[in-house]
T-cell receptor
């Protein structure tokens, strides 16, 4: 069972059609939640870190929000260059590790067509 | 070179071969990581190095052997791999040791084990 679930698995939007991606997690002891963007053939690119419920971060057309059990990545008026896979990762406290545990979701593949 | 670089970008090897993956970070970071990314599975953290010392080994089989000779270089030595080890292997680095901060990823090595 995945500790981090991202939905939808795939999303197709027309250019300018705003939408949201969801990342829900079941683990406790959240130390941080991360959003990354991954283009085909490339490594993930860091977007945001959120640390506590109620926190919001923005970058260009992207806005990330965090509640106690989920995070949303809102995309406003997307453009074709926003097409990518968006990954969510959750860092939790872990008694067996001083670093904690980092869990990634499977990602949402976003396609924005003109 | 800037950011995090990885070589080779693609690798095909037989189950009896020995090969090594190389990662170099040009960001002045203090921590480096190896990840495995398989199709349709979440990104999996394999090893964490902080200031050249291994601080995390997430139950990775011994056929994977990491080496960190200095804070800028990280290797993953491979021997007697299995076909299920075929995946994209990603290297990442971060400013501070540990998992709290953002990580910066290389482009990955696409590995195929025959």
């Amino acid at each position: 069972e995945d500790q981090v679930t991202q939905s939808p698995e795939a999303l197709r939007l027309q250019e300018g059609e705003s939408s949201s991606l969801n990342c829900s997690y079941t683990v406790s002891g959240l130390r941080g939640l991360f959003w990354y963007r991954q283009d085909p053939g490339k490594g993930p690119e860091f977007l945001f870190t959120l640390y506590s419920a109620g926190e919001e971060k923005e970058k260009e057309r992207l806005k990330a929000t965090l509640t106690k059990k989920e995070s949303f990545l809102h995309i406003t008026a997307p453009k074709p260059e926003d097409s990518a896979t968006y990954l969510c990762a959750v860092l939790t406290a872990d008694r067996g590790s001083t670093l904690g545990r980092l869990y990634f979701g499977r990602g949402t593949q976003l396609t924005v067509w003109p | 070179e800037t950011g995090v670089t990885q070589t080779p970008r693609h690798l095909v090897m037989g189950m009896t071969n020995k090969k090594s993956l190389k990662c170099e970070q040009h960001l002045g970071h203090n921590a480096m990581y190896w990840y495995k990314q398989s199709a349709k599975k979440p990104l999996e953290l394999m090893f964490v190095y902080s200031l050249e010392e291994r601080v995390e080994n997430n139950s990775v089989p011994s056929r994977f052997s990491p080496e960190c000779p200095n804070s800028s270089h990280l290797f993953l030595h491979l021997h007697t791999l299995q076909p299920e080890d075929s995946a994209l292997y990603l290297c990442a680095s971060s400013q501070n040791p540990g998992l709290v901060g953002p990580q910066y990823f290389g482009p990955g090595t696409r590995l195929l084990v025959l």
